[in-house]
């Protein structure tokens, strides 16, 4: 018998548990999708503060404490928690820090101000994920990303990441989905996000505009795979990523059943 193929989902947004844009309910769908058709599936989001921890029977995950993620040479405690999907058996991993996220708003505070440190949480969220797939000891054969705070994945499975065990069968998938906020990340994001060694000034160059269109550029551009996950998005990436040689890529389709990502997943497995 053979062993199921594994697939995990980094998103910045999944419904229930924060639904920003569409896709947020679409990156549901995939996970119980996939789920149910021979994959196995595990998800990684951000605890953002907005999420009700009681309403949707978070817990904390003791075995997998102990985590510190080192950004720009200072230590960031990781806590795990973990809920089931609703109607689903699979699991959400939450990733917490008492700086970083516990706060009542997601990207911008009360007065619509942009918190100043959203490079640093994205830069702490990517290095965080997958530190804690390696605590797993779980090797992922396809992550699927999306959503902007998790355009750093790719870039570090192929960089910093490379040499690790558990991602040496790792495809990835990006999703560009529409842009949703128009300030920057700021002047010390490169720097962040320069976790190792391995990382150069030129690996980072795609990014260093630090805009939502650069973000989405850079996940996209180290990727295995793109798919679009809005019928409007930047464009720029609509023309640039329509066609990429030697990626597949699957275009926005409203009406979609979603077996195309399915069969994107098995083409990228084999």
């Not at 569409?22 to 990156?27: N, T």
């Not at 570090?156 to 989905?177: D, M, R």
């Not at 551009?221 to 030697?246: N, W």
């Amino acid at each position: 018998m053979s062993t199921k193929k594994r697939i995990l989902f980094i998103a910045n947004e999944m419904s229930p548990y924060l639904e920003l844009t569409e896709f947020s309910e679409i990156v549901n769908r995939l996970a119980i999708k996939s789920n149910d058709n021979g994959f196995e599936v595990r998800c990684i989001m951000p605890r953002f503060g907005t999420i009700n921890e009681r309403r949707h029977r978070l817990h904390e995950v003791v075995r997998l404490s102990g985590i510190n993620v080192s950004v720009d040479n200072d230590d960031f405690p990781l806590q795990i928690k973990v809920a089931s999907l609703p109607n689903a058996r699979l699991q959400v991993y939450f990733l917490d820090n008492e700086d970083l996220f516990k706060r009542k708003f997601v990207f911008h505070d009360d007065k619509e101000e942009w918190f100043e440190d959203n490079g640093l949480r994205t830069v702490f969220f990517c290095k965080g994920a997958l530190e804690t797939v390696k605590k797993f000891g779980w090797p992922p054969d396809i992550i699927h990303c999306s959503g902007w705070m998790t355009s750093l994945v790719p870039l570090y499975l192929k960089t910093a990441y490379k040499k690790e065990p558990v991602f040496s069968h790792s495809k990835v998938v990006y999703t560009i989905g529409q842009n949703t906020f128009k300030e920057k990340l700021g002047d010390d994001f490169m720097k962040q996000a320069a976790i190792h060694a391995n990382i150069k000034d030129k690996d980072l160059e795609v990014l260093k505009e630090g805009s939502n269109t650069a973000l989405l550029r850079g996940g996209a551009s180290y990727s295995d795979a793109i798919t679009f996950g809005a019928e409007k998005v930047d464009k720029k990436l609509a023309e640039e990523f329509a066609k990429v040689k030697g990626k597949k890529v699957l275009p926005f389709n409203a009406e979609s059943d979603l077996t195309d990502y399915l069969q994107l997943y098995h083409d990228l497995a084999k």
